[in-house]
């Protein structure tokens, strides 16, 4: 799974070192959904609104009936 070490990172409150898990799993797959959601709650994590929302915009675009959107939807609106 790709973003496994990246998603621990983060359960373990290790944000820097998750974004940048997030980051290099995006710059080889831009279109991995995971990545985008864990990217989504990085960010939101570190406060960063819009950053946030813009990711789980992304995730919600290309996974729309994946395992996270419940979650995911309400957050992508608020960034504006």
Avoid: N
């Amino acid at each position: 799974f790709l973003t496994s070490k990246a998603d621990t990172l983060l359960t373990e409150g290790r944000l820097v070192d998750a974004k940048d898990e997030y980051v290099f799993i995006l710059q080889q797959e831009p279109t991995w959904a995971p990545a985008h959601y864990g990217m989504a709650r990085g960010l939101e994590a570190q406060s960063t609104a819009k950053g946030a929302c813009a990711e789980y915009r992304k995730y919600l675009e290309r996974a729309p009936a994946g395992t996270c959107p419940i979650a995911a939807g309400p957050q992508a609106g608020g960034g504006k």
